[in-house]
């Protein structure tokens, strides 16, 4: 059964930076695409980043160029770097796990941004 649990969140005024931690047990982490996800108060949980086994990364459009996913296979853990935080940024994010074509339907509690103005 996969754990994912989040932290790192908390408030930061615009154009500060967070890094934000997932750590992941019960899964073989190293062959395994993750990814992070937000959501915002009102709208639809959203993938902003995933990092795949080989360390290929994706952005949402909404983040490149100021977020950077990174992970560490010996620690299990997946990261978030997050720099020039702007308002729309605020959000509960959440790391997720591939199996196969399909995200896993198991989600850790997730970790607050907020990020003011």
């Known amino acids: 059964q996969v754990q994912l649990v989040e932290s790192g969140g908390g408030l930061v005024p615009a154009g500060g930076s967070l890094r934000l931690s997932c750590a992941a047990s019960?899964?073989?982490?190293?062959?395994?695409?993750m990814g992070w996800y937000r959501q915002a108060p009102g709208k639809q949980r959203e993938l902003v980043a995933i990092?795949?086994?080989?360390?290929?990364?994706g952005y949402a459009d909404s983040v490149k160029g100021r977020f950077t996913i990174l992970r560490d296979n010996a620690k299990t853990t997946v990261y978030l770097q997050m720099n020039s935080l702007r308002p729309e940024d605020t959000a509960v994010y959440y790391c997720?796990?591939?199996?196969?074509?399909?995200?896993?339907?198991?989600w850790g509690q997730g970790t607050q941004v907020t990020v003011s103005s």
């Open positions: 997720n796990v591939r199996n196969g074509t399909r995200w896993s339907e198991s």
């Open positions: 990092v795949t086994s080989d360390h290929s990364t």
């Open positions: 019960g899964i073989i982490f190293s062959s395994r695409t």
